[in-house]
């Protein structure tokens, strides 16, 4: 338990994030990085950065309402005391990729609109279904939902964005690394509470395993959706890591291949690369639940 206590403490909060791999950054990154001219001057590319941003937004939005709603729900302390932190990480996480819509191009006083606009119906349902669950102050099935389930699929979300963005996009790959240091210590505290509880209350596994099926569904509906509407970007995209691949050779340099759990991302087809994406997703949640004693349940596909 004291092991607990000071993994998931906010001194060691402070000691790894803000006076950690965020210190000297603004809203997530160096100051003086910009979002990539090969983005901006993109249509296809521009779009699609909106798109995926305002998803991003939307689901940490769903996040931030939970962590800070779950606080009172919390049965001890020191899961009160995580979750301000968390609270607080989501709530940069809003905000550095509302900041990241701004620097797209995007005026403040169409924010909303564009979030509106943008925002995946599917993904919406996804984050009702956990919030129903905070409103009740359902403190088991809400961690579930949103730490290990949320916290899990957004975990590797971005690590994909990530790997897509390193080459192109400096600014919004290391916005990506301090998010994910984020999700991995909260899908952390997620494992680490939850299983005492669900032995502690045995009755609840039937609510849960239905949570997580419904909310996997919405979320394989999210990925169908946003992967239909970028295949023009992603042809984009290709044309410019050709361009940048023939530039390198002409220089007697090499650009190695962007590989993501086992997947070459420059290559793949784009309903590779999203199965790719859902069966990794998928995969860790039955993992995580497993250790906590959760029956995963698969999710019916979305047609």
């Not at 798109?51 to 009172?72: D, K, Q």
């Not at 939850?194 to 949570?211: F, S, T, V």
Request: charged content about 25%; aromatic content about 6%.
């Amino acid at each position: 338990m004291t092991d607990f206590l000071s993994t998931f403490s906010i001194q060691r909060w402070l000691e790894s994030c803000p006076q950690g791999y965020l210190d000297g950054t603004a809203y997530g990154h160096q100051p003086d990085l910009v979002e990539s001219p090969l983005i901006l001057e993109s249509k296809a590319l521009h779009e699609e950065a909106i798109r995926t941003t305002v998803l991003l937004v939307v689901g940490e939005r769903c996040a931030l309402a939970a962590s800070s709603g779950l606080i009172n729900a919390a049965p001890d302390e020191h899961s009160k005391l995580f979750l301000a932190t968390q609270t607080l990480d989501e709530a940069r996480h809003v905000e550095i990729f509302s900041q990241r819509l701004l620097d797209l191009g995007v005026k403040k006083d169409e924010l909303e609109d564009t979030i509106q606009r943008h925002a995946n119906p599917n993904l919406i349902r996804f984050a009702e279904v956990l919030l129903e669950k905070v409103d009740k102050k359902d403190f088991v099935a809400g961690v579930v939902g949103q730490n290990l389930i949320l916290e899990g699929m957004a975990f590797t979300v971005f690590e994909l964005l990530h790997a897509f963005q390193s080459n192109i996009n400096p600014k919004f790959a290391q916005t990506l690394s301090g998010t994910i240091s984020d999700e991995r210590r909260h899908v952390g505290f997620g494992e680490n509470t939850i299983g005492a509880l669900i032995k502690q209350h045995p009755e609840r596994r039937g609510d849960i395993e239905k949570m997580q099926e419904e909310m996997s569904y919405y979320m394989l509906a999210t990925f169908a959706d946003s992967f239909k509407r970028a295949q023009e970007s992603m042809m984009a995209g290709r044309e410019i890591a050709k361009e940048a691949h023939e530039v390198a050779a002409a220089e007697g340099r090499e650009i190695e291949d962007t590989v993501w759990h086992g997947t070459n991302l420059d290559t793949a087809t784009i309903e590779e690369i999203e199965g790719v994406l859902g069966s990794t997703v998928l995969a860790e949640f039955k993992t995580r639940l497993g250790r906590v004693g959760i029956e995963y349940q698969t999710p019916a596909m979305p047609s």
